[in-house]
């Protein structure tokens, strides 16, 4: 009896577990199981009527591929520097907040607005605000004398300005990670050091940022991940311009495919970016499973 009525519970539990698991199959391992045959497959919508399978051919041709190093470069470089910037402007922000101040609630709440506003109308705020004729940040430079700047069309300036907007998005994402990180800290161990007469800068030092390091990194990581594959700001703002300068992995991935319709080439890319993400995930993994068990 008792096994009869094990073998109902475990009938029950795969009907609950089936809807899930179908949603598996068909939203997350079907399309990679795809993608990743289509990136041994030279496939082209235009001429192409089915994949023909190329090997390793497309691996190799992205390896020796100029463009496509230039453009990896220069994602990590959009990725370090815009989270770089998030990561010490939310710890900023986080360390002011880290009080219970009435004023504070209501400016947390002002903060946070950026977070969660879509990627695409961030963009277009940024493009007005850019705009070399009408935008308002060249007409304070002009009305201080200063000269008009082409933010988006100069190859010099146009990935640090979206990286200006990133950075004004996802901000207030790392601040309130880190706040959270703040605000788990045992009250006894900053009145402790305050009694041994620690500084401010060494109760930072060697109390706040040991305690919050995992939080850090799971911040870091987390940004990490979403920064390396930013399509939409990007692809309003500049499209991939000037001259390909702010032109970073997704928005190639983007191009390969839906405007020359080199699918096989295009999921090459997408492995290969899904290979560099995987790994970033694994370090993360990795250094919480050795040193996020003392926190």
Not at 136 to 148: A, Q
Not at 229 to 251: A, D
Not at 263 to 283: D, K, P, R
């Amino acid at each position: 009896m008792y096994a009869i009525k094990n073998r109902k519970y475990y009938i029950y539990y795969l009907i609950f577990m089936l809807p899930p698991l179908i949603y598996l199959c068909i939203w997350k391992f079907g399309p990679f199981f795809y993608t990743l045959g289509l990136s041994f497959s030279s496939f082209n919508l235009v001429y192409d009527k089915y994949p023909t399978f190329v090997g390793l051919r497309n691996y190799l041709e992205v390896i020796k591929d100029i463009n496509f190093v230039q453009v990896l470069i220069r994602t990590f470089l959009f990725m370090i520097v815009a989270v770089l910037l998030q990561l010490i402007l939310g710890l900023g922000l986080a360390i002011f907040f880290d009080g219970k101040l009435l004023i504070k609630e209501k400016l947390k709440t002002l903060i946070i607005l950026p977070m969660i506003t879509a990627p695409v109308v961030v963009g277009l705020i940024w493009y007005i605000l850019y705009s070399d004729n009408i935008g308002p940040i060249n007409y304070l430079l002009s009305t201080i004398g200063l000269p008009r700047i082409s933010w988006l069309s100069n190859p010099s300036t146009a990935l640090y300005s979206i990286i200006i907007a990133d950075v004004w998005q996802w901000t207030p994402f790392t601040f309130l990670l880190l706040l959270t990180g703040l605000q788990n800290i045992p009250p006894e161990v900053i009145e402790a050091a305050k009694i041994d007469g620690c500084s401010s800068l060494k109760m930072f030092r060697y109390i706040t940022l040991p305690m919050i390091r995992i939080t850090i990194l799971t911040t870091v990581i987390l940004r990490s991940l979403d920064a390396f594959v930013e399509l939409p700001k990007i692809y309003v703002m500049t499209g991939g311009g000037p001259g390909g300068n702010t032109e970073i992995i997704s928005l190639l991935v983007y191009k390969t495919v839906f405007r020359s319709y080199r699918l096989g080439y295009g999921a090459t890319m997408v492995i290969i970016a899904l290979a560099i993400t995987s790994g970033l995930y694994g370090i993360y993994l990795w250094v919480n499973n050795h040193y996020g068990r003392t926190e």
